[in-house]
């Protein structure tokens, strides 16, 4: 991987010679008035005790403290001839106000020096103007959870697909993903480029409503990690465990029962503190893990890749290795100037399990993935009221498959070989996945955002950003180098030849907002505007009707060099841009009650891969062909949402929301392109694709006290548009299809979801349990039609309505269970824990997966009429179910 450490330091350098957070801070803001005539007081001393932000009261007896990291605090006020106040655990969040009003008392000889007071429970936010979730660093620690997806899946507004997690109905590529403040959003297909342990999180922000301006690049939310900074005293946790699946399920997890303690195996650490020799100025953080898991699909080597017969051995086809680092240093030149530097690290190897390769387990693909991100940000107070940011970060992410590393491996066989031809219903006997894929997303980003409270009322935030990515891209099959022979001699394919593509492009956006937070007593406002532009920087053609430069229908063309026809074949796209205004308003009703409401429109560039896929737009002959498209517009949505939030009592309180989306421009594809010749047929990404999500969310949370906590959300929602795939339309062309004329449900439309979450802790002793309950997802009903061995299995009309049936509903139980052992060495403070986990407690069979004709996982009649050789053991698809019940016992040893 190209990890350019020299650009990147010199850029850093340049950087720190300048005199940078967007949506990683918070605010602080109260009244302090004396307790017996309720006058406001003047010039009160307000600090965060173990840090350097502080404050003193105006002649209104406010005071107010901005650029806030997340986390709890001790606000300690002082007052001459006053007894000092200090305010315990209070808590500061991503983008919201914390209010602490105050009473002083006058100081006598009965009274002492401090009164010390816990924070109240804020269980609602006054300011809370549109949906969103802020999970800490204790939510984590209290959760049977593994990484934070694990947590993600769990928020109201979300739901599980086959292709991943869905916020609000939208598609799984409209998420926008950040790290303190920086995008790590692979913009190359939308996914997640850098995932951080949840050891290193300190505050995870999950908005899936109207979000405000400052945030961009996503339609249907936006998730946003605050990882954590050293502090003055050193901190370390040293864990490791091991685990396996177990399972009574081993007529469909082959091998389930050979039980390993060490199938999966985990350890970390992590430490903060004070570097040396600085005066506590500087700290640092940092977190390594390392995780292997074998997974539950096995395989097991009945054939070798040449055909001939293997050794029979199991062969794991889901394992999944990664190494991860967290780090960041904090650099506090002065109390309001601000360094930190961070690098994140990802490195993962891993497969996918295939079906079809079951018992030629080797022919699967190995898969390799790695990326970082380095940043360095600089936070500057100007004054009490005024502050900004300027960050800079790098984000590299690469992916590469193949089943061997060398091209010319001679391992390689011929798959047309006719030995290795085989009919539905049979695996594999012979041959391998001939393909290799390659690609790099580099992305610089450089931000500048800056907020000032310019009144009592107004908080007025302006910013800027710049995004340059490299997108990189080689994917080829291997090729007979020498068709003449009878040897199979695997060579790269040229770079006119069908099977060979390469690309390598430079686009570009730059984003700029202005947004105001309005808060009076009874009235709060969020108002903002963006503007978003993009060059993709890529190619179109000059003339659709005849695509290829390799393969020219026009005839003063066909003898010509392709490189020399660049020029007159392509023209330059233009570049995209478009403005989404947002609001959102905030009724306080009474001291328990609020009504939120919010508006916004939301754009979002299309994956890049959809820009220049096969950007040589090269041509098969007589076959339907699918071209990208780098003048795609942006993708575009606007949501609605009102909602409810209520405190039932002291503890407990909920939320009750309903949202509308309406989607258009969605990426999909295009009817069939006219040419200059009959043969010559291909459909192009267009925006042409379009949905609208309406449902309804429900929380209700009681908050930590009386040795317990509960979460309860549910989620109902509609999600129906003209394709959940940008490919649908291509697949219906070739499947020889009607275009699609109305709306269906889209694949991963869960119409209900229940998540449950309680909380226990006595005496050392803590107990989590996760109950999840998901309706099935649609799935297209494809009744058999045929013969089953003489009998008649005719089951029904096949022209069916798509997504029309439900699959099986889900139920999963996660559970944890921990025991801490304390004690003082050398007045440090130490813990040891031992804990259990156990993910899908109750070993359910989920049906994930089911056959078209039956709507089950567990039967088909289709292999029954493909033929006399259909193998049974086909039918059991282990990949149509939820994973089996997985064990894992640990130990951690926590320091202070």
Known sequence: MRIKFVSFLIFLTLMLNTNLDAGTTGKITGKVVDAVTGEPLIGVNVMLEGTFYGASTDVDGEYLLLNIPPGRYNIKFSYISYQSVVVSDLMVNVDFTTRQDIEMTEKTLELGETVVVTSGREIIRKDLTSSQAIITTDDIKSLPAEDFVDILQIQAGVTRGDDGLHIRGGRSSEVSFKVDGLSV???????????????????????SGTFNAEY???????????????????NGEVSAYMGDYISDDKEIFMNIDDVNATAIYNYSFSLSGPIPLTNDAVTFFVNFRENNDDGYFYGKREYNTDGSIGDNEFVTMNRNKWTSLQSKVTWNLIPTFKVRFGFNYENRKYNLYDHFYKFNPDANLNRFQKGYNGSISINHTLNQTTFYTVKYGRFEKEYEHYVYENPADKRFVDNSDPRFAVSSFEFSNGGQINNHFLRNTLTDNIKFDITSQITSVHLIKFGVEGRLHKLNMLNYNTIDGSPSDTNFTPIIPQENHINFGKYEFTPFDIAAYIQDKIEFEDFIINVGLRFDYFDSKGNILTDPKDPSRYTPLRDEYVDKNPNSL????????????????????????????????????????????????????????????????????????????????????????????????????????????????????YSQYENRDYAN??????????TFANHFAANVSYTFQVAEGSASDPIDGYNDIQANKEPRRNIIPMDWDRSHVINANVFGEYKGISASIIARFESGLPYTPNPVQGTQRGADVTTGSLALTENSKRRPNLFTIDYQMSKEFSFSIDKNKTSVTLFFKVFNLLDTRNEQGVWDDTGRATYTLQSSVSGADADPRYIIRPDFYSSPRRVQLGLSFNFN
Request: aromatic residues 12%.
């Open 566 to 681: 660049t020029d007159i074949w392509y023209k330059k796209t233009k570049a995209k841009y478009g403005f989404s205004p947002r609001l959102g308003m905030s009724f306080p009703i009474s001291d328990a009650g609020v009504i939120h409401a919010s508006y916004g429109h939301f754009l979002q560039f299309p994956q890049f891969r959809l820009l220049y896929e096969n950007p040589g737009f090269k041509i098969n002959r007589g076959q339907f062909n699918l071209l990208g498209n780098a003048d795609l517009d942006p993708q575009k949505t606007v949501m609605y949402e009102i909602g409810l939030q209520q405190q039932i009592s002291e503890l407990i309180a909920f939320d009750i929301t309903g949202f509308y989306r309406d989607i258009r421009d969605w990426v999909g594809t295009s009817l069939l392109q006219e040419t200059y010749r009959p043969d010559v047929l």
């Open 216 to 234: 961009g690049q996503a339609m249907s939310g936006i998730i946003n990690v605050v990882t954590k900074d050293g502090g003055k005293i050193y």
């Open 693 to 702: 999500i309406r449902g309804i969310t429900l929380s209700l949370k009681k």
């Open 185 to 207: 959003t692979d913009v190359f297909d939308g996914t997640n480029g850098v995932e951080i342990e949840n050891n290193a999180i300190q505050s995870m922000q999950v908005i």
